[in-house]
């Protein structure tokens, strides 16, 4: 189905795609058989080192002292244990402001046979009504279900589509550290390091922008248990309020949902401060606390979640 991706069905790029991905196989073999050869040639041990990741030095020199990579495979390890068990925990719990919805059998027999069966909030009428119009061509497959089976499907679709799908363009990092003020009035003149921005719903970058108020002074610069009316500093409830009368337009209440996502957002973005630091790539010279910050931005998070 063309209209979903520019590399389904029978669009000019999959042939492309498909070009570029076999001459990457051709590439690897052709390198593959070339260090074969000189590992031959030359008996310079090149088969084994790309095995072992260790190559024998001519005698006489003298050998680095070898890195500590322990520590760092348990790191990554926990890490991967731990979010793989969060999205295990997620998974059985209800998401904040996502409305609970019962499948039909048929919904999930025929759309959760080769993926998982969408939550009908993913998308909008518009686009669910595409996707249901050209199941002959369902990226790149034939997907036809009889007449009755469309029809029980799409008119739940249509009564379980999100009330709100309003797309805006989204900064991803917006919060008071990357803003820029004007030296003598109180106004911003600049936003900054827009490198994650994308296309996404306005209360996203809204949620993030409020965590402030949700984490200590040693988390990040937070706010919360400072007398914020001693330093003229508004709540939340008051920023959010000067949000909803400053934007165009009307627009969906904050729900728990958007803060309990923007907290997971930041932990995965400290994981990755965290990974840099260990591995001694980091920019700023704090990395390593900073990174730690992780747990604590993941637990005030599931902190959100019932249950």
């Known amino acids: 189905m063309t209209e979903y991706g520019p590399l389904s069905g029978t669009h000019p790029m999959e042939e492309i795609h498909e070009f570029f991905a076999k001459g990457l196989q051709v590439t690897i073999f052709?390198?593959?058989?070339?260090?074969?050869?000189?590992?031959?040639?030359?008996?310079?041990?090149?088969?084994?080192?790309?095995?072992?990741g260790k190559k024998r030095a001519p005698e006489g020199t003298p050998h680095p002292q070898a890195a500590k990579t322990g520590p760092a495979l348990l790191a990554v390890?926990?890490?991967?244990?731990?979010?793989?068990?969060?999205?295990?925990?997620?998974?059985?719990?209800?998401?904040?402001?996502?409305?609970?919805?019962?499948?039909?059998?048929?919904?999930?027999?025929?759309?959760?046979?080769?993926?998982?069966?969408?939550?009908p909030s993913l998308l909008p009428a518009a686009s669910w009504e595409k996707v249901m119009a050209s199941l002959d061509n369902h990226f790149g497959e034939d997907a036809s279900l009889s007449d009755g089976e469309t029809k029980t499907i799409a008119a739940w679709l249509a009564a379980n589509i999100p009330d709100d799908d309003t797309t805006t363009l989204c900064h991803g990092d917006f919060r008071i550290g990357n803003l820029m003020f004007h030296p003598t009035e109180p106004r911003v003149i600049a936003v900054l390091d827009w490198e994650l921005a994308t296309l996404g719903h306005p209360l996203a970058d809204l949620a993030f922008s409020a965590?402030?108020?949700?984490?200590?002074?040693?988390?990040?610069?937070?706010?919360?248990?400072?007398?914020?009316?001693?330093?003229?500093?508004?709540?939340?409830?008051?920023?959010?309020?000067?949000?909803?009368?400053?934007?165009?337009?009307?627009?969906?209440?904050?729900?728990?949902?958007?803060?309990?996502?923007?907290?997971?957002?930041?932990?995965?973005?400290?994981?990755?401060?965290?990974?840099?630091?260990r591995r001694g790539t980091a920019a700023s010279a704090n990395a390593a606390a900073v990174g730690n910050l992780s747990l604590a931005f993941a637990r005030l998070g599931a902190a959100l979640i019932p249950g």
């Not at 920023?239 to 995965?268: C, I």
């Open 30 to 52: 052709v390198h593959v058989l070339a260090v074969i050869a000189l590992d031959r040639l030359v008996r310079g041990d090149l088969v084994r080192a790309m095995i072992t």
């Open 211 to 277: 965590l402030a108020w949700r984490s200590r002074p040693e988390e990040y610069g937070g706010l919360k248990g400072l007398d914020l009316a001693a330093l003229g500093i508004p709540s939340e409830a008051e920023y959010l309020a000067h949000y909803y009368r400053s934007r165009r337009g009307p627009a969906p209440p904050l729900q728990p949902f958007h803060t309990a996502f923007a907290l997971f957002r930041f932990a995965v973005i400290f994981e990755g401060i965290a990974a840099r630091a």
């Open 77 to 119: 390890g926990l890490t991967g244990a731990i979010a793989i068990a969060a999205v295990f925990a997620l998974n059985s719990r209800p998401i904040p402001g996502w409305r609970l919805v019962q499948e039909p059998a048929v919904y999930t027999k025929e759309c959760g046979a080769c993926h998982i069966a969408y939550h």
